[in-house]
């Protein structure tokens, strides 16, 4: 079976970066809903169109088509009490505007604390960088009539929560 629309594609890959350094590498296989789900990178999903099992794909990407340009307005630096006593470097909070609403929140890193001031940054960790991303397909299957209402795959063996 090809990888079309409405497929179910599975794939083992591995991400690097514009060094060469491995960032990423699944042991299992990851799997998408095929056909602008928003399931996996654009590019990505492009490059596999038409694609079976055993085809391996690579695909670079400039920051626009991965994680986005690193953005320095979403580096902000808060009261150190604002925070958790035991707040540390590499703790994630999640946060936005105060009229927002879920949609609009971001995941913040803390990525410097003082005895008066905690820094968060919102900017994924890959963003602002050019990645190549190497995979094989490993399954391609028609998705259900669930998975294609919902959007999104369903795991045969665990289901999902909504």
Request: with cysteine; charged share 25%.
């Amino acid at each position: 079976m090809k990888i079309a629309k409405d497929t179910v594609v599975s794939l083992n890959y591995e991400l690097f970066d514009s060094a060469g350094e491995l960032l990423e590498q699944v042991e299992t296989p990851i799997s998408y809903l095929h056909g602008g789900y928003d399931g996996i990178f654009p590019l990505v999903e492009e490059a596999l169109h038409g694609k079976s099992v055993g085809d391996k794909c690579s695909v670079t990407m400039e920051p626009d088509d991965a994680f986005g340009e690193y953005d320095h307005a979403l580096v902000e630096v808060e009261a150190r009490s604002s925070f958790p006593k035991d707040v540390a470097v590499g703790m994630q909070f999640e946060g936005g505007p105060e009229d927002a609403d879920d949609d609009d929140y971001l995941l913040f890193t803390v990525v410097e604390v003082t005895d008066e001031e905690v820094t968060v940054d919102g900017n994924h960790p890959l963003a602002g960088k050019t990645l190549t991303f190497n995979c094989t397909v490993t399954e391609v299957r028609p998705a259900t009539a669930e998975e294609l209402e919902h959007g999104h795959v369903h795991e045969a063996d665990n289901g999902h929560l909504h």
